[in-house]
T-cell receptor, first 114, second 114 residues
């Protein structure tokens, strides 16, 4: 089982609140990713990082922001949560192998904004 | 447009029976194809990964096949168990970037009944 962790696992919060979803991995992976997944739908990449101090936006536009100050830590922040942000957020990391790009996923955070 | 299509969308089988899930893709240039298992409320877990030169790969009761010419893959589950109930996601990676861009299908929701 992969050593990638996400907290909290479930979060119910009111509109307008600031939230941070935590993601950490102990595998020393350089690349890390955030995906958004709605029920019955495919995963959409919203942010990724090649390494420390590197962050890029993914394919799906998101009002969230990320930071990568340490290799093992890749938190996602929403400054002002809205009901449209209700979704499951999955963090992943991958190793250096260019051609396999095996991605290891965390358990996810189920976010509900009321 | 790079896409991954899976069928069926959902499937119900009885415990002990076999089943086959399908995946068609249009991703180019192709790097590899993976099958992930995602339990409800959890992150995806890799079952198999195949490059263009591999036609079949097994992982216990799971056997994946790949036809790179027709851009089709299948996942065969033998002697199904209740714990096989999950969403099975086909994921294709391209060779076009150092990021190793992943394209996700929407998954087949498998339910195994006793």
């Amino acid at each position: 089982e992969a050593d990638i962790y996400q907290t909290p696992r479930y979060l119910v919060i009111g509109t307008g609140k600031k939230i941070t979803l935590e993601c950490s991995q102990t595998m020393g992976h350089d690349k890390m990713y955030w995906y958004q997944q709605d029920p019955g739908m495919e995963l959409h990449l919203i942010h990724y990082s090649y390494g420390v101090n590197s962050t890029e936006k993914g394919d799906l536009s998101s009002e969230s922001t990320v930071s990568r100050i340490r290799t093992e830590h890749f938190p996602l922040t929403l400054e002002s949560a809205r009901p449209s942000h209700t979704s499951q957020y999955l963090c992943a990391s991958s190793d250096r192998d260019r051609f396999s790009y095996e991605q290891y996923f965390g358990p996810g955070t189920r976010l509900t904004v009321t | 447009k790079n896409q991954v299509e899976q069928s069926p969308q959902s499937l119900i089988i009885l415990e002990g029976k076999n089943c086959t899930l399908q995946c068609n893709y249009t991703v180019s240039p192709f790097s590899n194809l993976r099958w992930y298992k995602q339990d409800t409320g959890r992150g995806p877990v890799s079952l198999t990964i195949m490059t263009f030169s591999e036609n079949t790969k097994s992982n216990g009761r799971y056997t994946a096949t790949l036809d790179a010419d027709t851009k089709q893959s299948s996942l065969h589950i033998t002697a199904s168990q209740l714990s096989d109930s999950a969403s099975y996601i086909c994921v294709v990676s391209d060779r076009g970037s150092t990021l190793g861009r992943l394209y996700f299908g929407r998954g087949t929701q498998l339910t195994v009944w006793p």
